[in-house]
């Protein structure tokens, strides 16, 4: 079935450490993004990409790090620049520039710092 | 700047009872609005989007929302709830001159059901 895939589910991160957190689609859809989510604060745009070789910052994009080298994969690097990196990351993927379009969004991973 | 408001933090229904959760937002232009569902630790379904036309939409698992422009609101309602429904709820909307995945959320309602 076409779906996200979102990995590892839980991740653990020493201090200092930079993690990636995977995101591959077989949608065939151009558009990415990343969201983290915070207990009590809904979703926030990390990064976003629309085309493969392209991605833009989102709202919270200090300390994170993104690539697009393929049009199925969009990896979140979490780098030690991020000072609270506990959260719960989403991915999603659409077709951009279609409005009427549904965002598919992956199961999410959790990443915890120890 | 957009922003999307929903009042309600928590709230607990019994079951069987009907549901309206709130949804406000902020936006000069016709807005693109949806209506998510997550379930703890998983990731968001969709229950339904507004674009244009109808403002009353029809979604899965028995939901609707209404759209009302001179109330700045989407809110969504289910005529009787079950215990599955029982999960948090989130209302966006497509940021304005953003692509489709480009979404402001609030920060969702918390359901909780009563036997």
């Known amino acids: 079935d076409g779906g996200i895939t979102q990995s590892p589910k839980y991740l653990f991160r020493k201090e200092g450490q930079n993690v990636t957190l995977s995101c591959e689609q077989n949608?065939?859809?151009?558009?990415m993004y990343w969201y983290r989510q915070d207990p009590g604060q809904g979703l926030r745009l990390i990064y976003y990409?629309?085309?493969?070789?392209?991605?833009q910052k989102g709202d919270i994009a200090e300390g994170y790090s993104v690539s697009r080298e393929k049009k199925e994969s969009f990896p979140l690097t979490v780098t030690s620049a991020q000072k609270n990196p506990t959260a719960f990351y989403l991915c999603a993927s659409s077709i951009p520039g279609t409005r009427g379009n549904t965002i598919y969004f992956g199961e999410g991973s959790w990443l915890t710092v120890v | 700047a957009q922003s999307v408001t929903q009042p309600d933090i928590h709230i607990t229904v019994s079951e069987g009872a009907s549901l309206e959760l709130r949804c406000n937002y902020s936006y000069g232009a016709t807005p693109y609005l949806f209506w998510y569902v997550q379930s703890p630790g998983q990731g968001l379904q969709l229950l339904l989007k507004?674009?244009?036309?109808?403002?009353l939409v029809q979604g899965i698992k028995g939901f609707e929302a209404e759209f009302k422009r001179s109330q700045s609101s989407f809110n969504l309602r289910k005529p009787s709830v079950h215990w599955s429904d029982a999960a948090e709820y989130f209302c966006?909307?497509?940021?304005?001159?953003?692509?489709?995945?480009?979404?402001?959320f609030g920060k969702g309602t918390k359901l909780s059901v009563k036997p």
């Open positions: 507004y674009f244009s036309g109808d403002t």
């Open positions: 966006a909307v497509v940021r304005y001159g953003g692509s489709q995945g480009n979404l402001i």
């Open positions: 949608l065939n859809h151009d558009a």
């Open positions: 990409s629309q085309i493969v070789n392209d991605f």
